[in-house]
């Protein structure tokens, strides 16, 4: 059941700057473009009736650290930028949305949803503008269990065609999906697994579970991926943000046992082959043949990290339970360089993209089951990486 009618506000005005501790409803807009629910065959219609706008932000990078980039969404997950600029979404329950002025949500077929699993991750193919190609990485439920999959799907005019399993068996369960895909430098997609609630799969590299995948764009396996399957990396709990540095290196951030009352929440150099140690160590521990975080929270602060970005130097990655923006430098990560931005002002943050305008988008979770609903929740706000409190 999709709900009746979602409102989406584009761009709004700007909430300020200096944000103090009552961090400020933010003010709330002028255009609510309406957005047309559409029917199961996958073919997205436009609302008739809604208004239209052509407004762009009047915002000059420097003039404001954040503003609302759409609002009134549910469990957003992912986003992505098309070339024309247009922002894609992923909201959990099973719709792509298409954020503009006449919004567009389209649903996606067998998506199953059960506390953290549902439509999760998105990415475009490096050659979007010639191939149209749109992957989304999603949980579905067969002969009574849960699983993961990646598809691939044309994408044009708001239509989706030409559905392509990329990767699909992936164990699931209702917490500890992963589901984070993007496409490295090397041209390769890569693809975040959680345990699925089984730590010891993690460890084993013929499991797809507590993996960090790697694959070709058609699903088949890189020749150079170091156990002759799709694993990349293993050992990992639940990773939820892959991002590269300028060097080319990838990097994760990973939920700890945040859920036992410790953190030990990670952000993770990933090496080839790599065995990040879970379930076998955890925080700072150590063991050889095991790589620890570069950086985690230890066992008195929860991060739960969603997704990360790295802009200019420095490493971005938001928190769910930590309801903060964090940003360490890429070239002295130390618990003393960390900072804490927004904390605790707009509630569970999952997602982050920097976006063709260099400002990163910022996507709330406080519809999630897990969180205190605001109004105009979920949210995605657009923040200047330079202004920040
Ligand atoms: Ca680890």
Redesign the pocket.
Known sequence: MKKPSLLFSILIIAVLAACGTDAAPVPTVAVLPSVSVVTPSQQPTQSANAPITTEEPTTSPTAEAITIAAQNLQTPWEIAFLPDGRMLVTERPGTLTLIEAEGVQIPIADVFERSESGLLGLALHPDFSENHWLYLYLTYEANGGMFNRVERYQFSDTILGDRTVIIDNIPGAPNHDGGRIEFGPDGLLYITTGDAGSGSSAQDINSLTGKILRLHDDGSIPQDNPFGNAVYSY???NPQGLAWDEQGRLWST?HGPSGLGSGYD?L?LVEIGGN???PE??GDQTREGM???RLQSGGSETWAPGDLEIVDGMVYFVGLRGSTLYSVPLDDIRPETLQRHFANEFGRLRTLRQGPDGLLYMGTSNTDGRGSIREGDDKIFRIDPNQLP
């Open positions: 050992g990992h709990r990973e990670e993770n990040y140690g879970w160590i955890q790589i620890s975080p």
